[in-house]
C-alpha cells in the first residue's frame, strides 16, 4: 500500500479481555516498530522488528504485552488481560532498514472500560 | 541514549520564523539529530536530520554547533497547518528507531 495501515482505528474493550492490534507496513520495509502514546504524551517504544532478526522486545511494559511478524510484513500486537491504564494510542512505523526514516501509520486509539 | 530537552511550547503568528532549540549535551559520536512533527490524531512524520553544520529541505533547516550539545530547528514563515508537536530524537541511526520521543514541542501558529 501506499502507507502504513493500521486497524482497528479504534476499539473499545472490557477490562481483562484480550485484544490484537494490526499493522500493515509499507511493502519492501524491512524494519517495523510499535510505539504507544498516552494522551498528551510522548511517544513510548515497546518493539522493534528487523528483518528475520529476534524482535527487540525491550519497551514492552509487561508480559501481557506481545507482538510477532509474520512472513517479514504483517505485525499483530497483542495485549492480554487489558487493563485501563494500557488505554492509548498505539502506532506502528516502518523503514525501508533500521538506518533511514520511519514512516507511521495513524494509529490504533484503545479504550479499556 | 542521549537525553534531549526541549520548550514545552512555543507560540507564534502566521508568517513568522520558528525556532525551536534541542539541548542534548550527552549526544555521542555516531549519534544523528532527527526532528519528527506530529498532527493531532496523525503518527509522527519525519522533517529533517543532521549529523552536524546546517542541514535545509523543502519544509525546514536544521542547525547544529560545533560541540553539537545542541541543534535548533527553524521553521521559515510558519503557516496555520504548522501547529503541530515537534519532536527532537538524538542517537545512532542504527537504533534510532528505538528512541524515547520525549513530549516534544508544542507549536501553535495564530493568525
Known amino acids: 500500500g501506499a502507507g502504513v495501515s493500521q486497524s482497528p482505528s479504534n476499539k473499545v474493550t472490557e477490562k481483562g479481555k484480550d485484544v490484537e492490534l494490526r499493522c500493515d507496513p509499507i511493502?519492501?520495509?524491512?524494519?517495523l516498530y510499535w510505539y504507544r502514546q498516552s494522551l498528551g504524551q510522548g511517544l513510548e517504544f515497546l518493539i522493534y522488528?528487523?528483518?528475520?532478526?529476534?524482535?527487540?522486545k525491550s519497551g514492552l511494559p509487561s508480559d501481557r504485552f506481545s507482538a510477532e511478524r509474520t512472513g517479514g510484513s504483517v505485525s499483530t500486537l497483542t495485549i492480554q488481560r487489558t487493563q485501563q491504564e494500557d488505554s492509548a494510542v498505539y502506532l506502528c512505523?516502518?523503514?525501508?532498514?533500521?538506518?533511514?526514516?520511519?514512516?507511521f501509520g495513524q494509529g490504533t486509539r484503545l479504550t479499556v472500560v | 541514549l542521549a537525553k534531549t530537552t526541549q520548550p514545552i511550547s512555543m507560540d507564534s503568528y502566521e508568517g513568522q520564523e520558528v525556532n525551536i532549540t534541542c539541548s542534548h549535551n550527552?549526544?555521542?559520536?555516531?549519534?544523528?539529530i532527527t526532528w519528527y512533527q506530529q498532527f493531532p490524531s496523525q503518527g509522527p512524520r519525519f522533517i529533517i536530520q543532521?549529523?552536524?553544520t546546517k542541514v535545509t529541505n523543502e519544509v525546514a533547516s536544521l542547525f547544529i554547533p560545533a560541540d553539537r550539545k545542541s541543534s535548533t530547528l527553524s521553521l521559515p514563515r510558519v503557516s496555520l497547518s504548522d501547529t503541530a508537536v515537534y519532536y527532537c530524537?538524538?542517537?545512532?541511526?542504527?537504533?534510532?528507531?528505538?528512541?524515547?520521543f520525549g513530549a516534544g514541542t508544542q507549536v501553535v501558529v495564530t493568525p
Open positions: 522488528f528487523q528483518g528475520n532478526s529476534a524482535p527487540d
Open positions: 530524537l538524538v542517537g545512532d541511526m542504527g537504533s534510532w528507531g528505538k528512541l524515547q
Open positions: 543532521g549529523y552536524k
Open positions: 512505523a516502518s523503514s525501508r532498514d533500521r538506518y533511514t526514516e520511519a514512516f
Open positions: 550527552n549526544i555521542a559520536t555516531n549519534d544523528y
Open positions: 511493502s519492501g520495509h524491512t524494519a
